[in-house]
């Protein structure tokens, strides 16, 4: 069964930090997919990153990075010199690739960054 | 940039009563979805829709849910007689194919009295 594990229920920092947020996946797929979503308190999911389980290259984009390991089945998320309009939940979601196409969330981490 | 719409944004009903939650997925997407989310907690799988068919849905997809395609753009997700427990934001996805990302609408909240 697939499963992903958010350890960090709630994280608070102040504005310019970094952060980074944990996700730990589980799958017996070969061909897999992880993303993160933001859900700000506005209520929406906003698609923020989606990585291919053969591609364990690491991403940035701006102030946003992504490091996936697949040796530990580990795809972190770190934002640099937060801001607070980074405050927000952040999901990472597990799909697969034939047979099943829903998405396997985690519980959410809830990150506030403070002025 | 094409969006999944959702209507209405909050939706009140009393306790068995009939609901029918409305998206129109982006205009290409061929794979459509409807998730909840109970307040507080994770995002939940419930139906993925292609080809004019459920092609999966989760056990919380009992028989009083039901998903359609009335038309060229609408998804629609109707829970027939709707329990205390149905409280929960929904959400309609939509993807280009089966493991593309997917794109999710703003939900709609519903509230079950």
């Known amino acids: 069964a697939q499963k992903v594990t958010q350890a960090q229920t709630e994280i608070s920092v102040v504005e310019k930090e970094d952060v980074t947020l944990d996700c730990v996946y589980e799958?017996?797929?070969?061909?897999?997919?992880l993303f993160w979503y933001k859900q700000p308190p506005s209520g929406e999911l906003v698609f923020l990153i989606r990585?291919?389980?053969?591609?364990?290259q690491n991403e940035i984009s701006g102030r946003y990075s992504w490091n996936f390991q697949k040796s530990t089945s580990s795809f972190n998320f770190t934002i640099t010199a937060s801001q607070v309009v980074d405050s927000a939940v952040y999901f990472c979601?597990?799909?697969?690739?034939?047979?099943?196409?829903?998405?396997?969330f985690g519980k959410g981490t809830k990150l506030t960054v403070n002025p | 940039e094409p969006e999944v719409t959702q209507t209405p944004s909050h939706q009140v009903t009393q306790m068995g009563q009939e609901v029918i939650l409305r998206c129109v997925p982006i205009?290409?997407?061929?794979?459509f979805y409807w998730y909840r989310q109970i307040l507080g907690q994770k995002v939940e799988f419930l139906v993925s829709?292609?080809?004019?068919?459920?092609?999966?849905k989760s056990e919380i997809f009992d028989d009083q849910f039901s998903v359609e395609r009335p038309d060229g753009s609408n998804f629609t997700l109707k829970i027939r007689s709707t329990k205390l427990e149905d409280s929960a934001m929904y959400f309609c996805?939509?993807?280009?194919?089966?493991?593309?990302?997917?794109?999710f609408g703003p939900g709609t909240r519903l509230t079950v009295l």
């Open positions: 205009s290409n997407h061929l794979y």
């Open positions: 996805a939509s993807s280009l194919a089966g493991g593309d990302t997917q794109y």
């Open positions: 829709f292609y080809n004019n068919e459920i092609s999966e």
């Open positions: 979601a597990l799909g697969s690739q034939g047979g099943s196409e829903k998405l396997v």
């Open positions: 799958t017996r797929d070969t061909t897999y997919y």
């Open positions: 990585r291919n389980s053969f591609d364990e």
